[in-house]
């Protein structure tokens, strides 16, 4: 049977927040469960290569804050060693689970045979699963990070990795294992097919190797994000996923608008829950099934530009996006959205905003 780890222990439905690259980061992450705690919170992916070879840019997608819980952190590649080296890394950085991706679309991932890609090389995404678990299994068994092959320069500034104000950017690591070394589990959030639809076939051979829970996109690679999310194709699977008794939790993904559509689609196609995405830009109200007004969207702009640059790893740069998704609803938006976007740190944020709207 899977290890399923936090993923049993969570509260049905599951409602957690999908993974997005350049959206999903620490900040975000942090409004989001500040203000309406998803069931589970993913971190944008990272390749498992880079941090092999001691990239260090990968890092800053796996800083956290002990509110996320449970955090889950998604790696993408295709080395089998690599996965290996960074779910000891992981697990020792207290990470409550790791997803690996088999669902990008993104040419520059998919053509190197990795996310989606994986999807026409089952024996390569099983193998994938494989090591991670080994991976996870060897921390808690006591090996160390040099005996696991991690690279140095990533020992050394996992270690020291803090915030401008000294915050720990991993507060639940513990590089000598002494008190928290446990087991977590493995998941994998994935699409419906490559350029055919193969759900169900897809998920028997992942459930060979037994992950703690499957998330799946009803888009298939070649739809990239076009056309409507095929719902029918993800309760075909789940249903696959339910009678194998493995207890593998299974959540549905794409689309979801709302709270409202959230429990009328677990409750219509027989998920465990769902992960949402794109509706969640500019709310962290969304898991309290609200909107901001537009004076809580310009506060939480205030907030997350701050929380952002004091976590000191990320270019300020990163952030416009949200703070163009936080202006919204009330006349004189979209000047303050280009004003915004020409800020070059919070305090400029807070001018911004403040010349045009009171708020504290
Ligand atoms: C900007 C952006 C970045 C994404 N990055 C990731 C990622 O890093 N890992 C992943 O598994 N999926 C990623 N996705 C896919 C989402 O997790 C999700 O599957 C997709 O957006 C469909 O869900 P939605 O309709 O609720 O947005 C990304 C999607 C978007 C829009």
């Not at 009678?243 to 429990?263: I, Y």
């Not at 270019?315 to 938006?333: T, V």
């Amino acid at each position: 049977m899977p290890f399923l780890g936090f993923w049993e222990k969570l509260e049905k439905p599951i409602i957690g927040l999908a993974p997005m690259d350049g959206v999903t980061d620490a900040a975000f992450r942090y409004m989001i469960c500040k203000y309406s705690k998803p069931s589970v919170v993913i971190t944008e992916f990272t390749n498992v290569e880079g941090l092999a070879r001691g990239n260090m840019r990968g890092l800053a997608a796996f800083i956290y804050s002990e509110i996320e819980r449970p955090i889950v952190a998604q790696i993408f590649g295709v080395e089998p060693d690599s996965y290996y080296k960074a779910a000891v890394m992981l697990s020792s950085m207290g990470f409550d689970g790791i997803d690996i991706n088999m669902g990008c679309p993104v040419s520059k991932v998919a053509a190197k045979g990795s996310g989606a890609a994986l999807i026409r090389t089952p024996e390569l995404a099983k193998e994938l699963v494989r090591m991670t678990k080994k991976g996870v299994k060897d921390w808690a068994e006591g090996i160390s990070l040099e005996k696991a092959g991690v690279h140095e320069d990533m020992i050394a500034v996992i270690k020291t990795l803090k915030s401008r104000d000294g915050v720990d950017a991993f507060p639940g690591m513990d590089l000598t294992g002494q008190s928290t070394r446990k087991v977590i589990p493995v998941s994998i959030k994935t699409r419906i097919g490559y350029d055919t639809i193969v759900a169900e076939e897809w998920v028997k051979h992942l459930l060979e190797v037994e992950p703690a829970n499957i998330s799946m996109h009803g888009r298939t690679l070649k739809q990239l994000y076009m056309g409507l999310a095929n719902w029918e194709e993800i309760a075909k699977a789940c249903k696959v996923v339910k009678a194998s008794g493995l207890g593998t939790t299974f959540l549905g993904n794409g689309d979801v608008k709302s709270m409202d559509d959230a429990h009328e689609k677990i409750k219509n196609y027989g998920v465990d829950g769902v992960l949402i995405g794109r509706s969640t830009f500019g709310n962290p109200y969304f898991f309290a099934g609200r909107e901001p007004t537009p004076k809580e969207g310009l506060q939480a702009a205030i907030e997350h530009s701050k929380y952002f640059e004091n976590l000191n790893h990320i270019g300020f740069q990163n952030i416009k996006k949200h703070l163009g998704w936080y202006c919204k609803g009330f006349e004189g938006a979209k000047e303050l959205r280009i004003k915004l976007m020409q800020a070059e740190n919070a305090e400029e944020v807070i001018e911004t905003i403040k010349a045009i709207a009171s708020v504290s």
